[in-house]
């Protein structure tokens, strides 16, 4: 498997929130066959960091139902170091922060305007898919 085989390994398995009040979902990831050629793969996706649990904000899915964007492409980039819709000091924080140890942030925009955050804290136990205004 080759270097974004976190990600590309994600499957739909998208869990339902515990109670109607949950501001957040898992998403289960397993191991399946690489999707990609090993050269593509590499130019796509070279990982500086590790994502630990995945997870997304009821509105967040929605917003990737509704399109039918693809989350994995969105968090290849993350994992990449690809931040995405940032100003230079953000992607300058960013890269601070993988030498560091602090938080990453990532923004992009799917189909249809919509922009999606990814957070991966700062101890990497989870990276989150999120609307701006749910944070």
């Known amino acids: 498997m080759g270097a974004c085989a976190a990600a590309d390994a994600l499957n739909t398995d998208i869990s339902t929130p515990v109670s109607e009040n949950a501001r957040a979902v898992s998403i289960h990831h397993a191991p399946v066959g690489m999707t990609s050629s090993e050269s593509e793969d590499e ?20 917003a990737f139902q509704r399109t039918g964007d693809n989350l994995t492409q969105y968090l290849r980039r993350h994992l990449s170091g690809d931040w995405g819709d940032l100003d230079e000091h953000d992607r300058l924080e960013n890269e601070r922060s993988l030498l560091n140890g602090f938080r990453l942030l990532s923004a992009y925009h799917l189909r249809d305007g919509s922009k999606i955050w990814l957070i991966t804290e700062a101890d990497r136990s989870c990276t989150t898919f999120l609307l701006p205004d749910e944070y």
């Open 43 to 62: 130019t796509i996706c070279r990982l500086k960091f590790t994502f630990g649990r995945l997870l997304t904000t009821v509105g967040a899915l929605e």
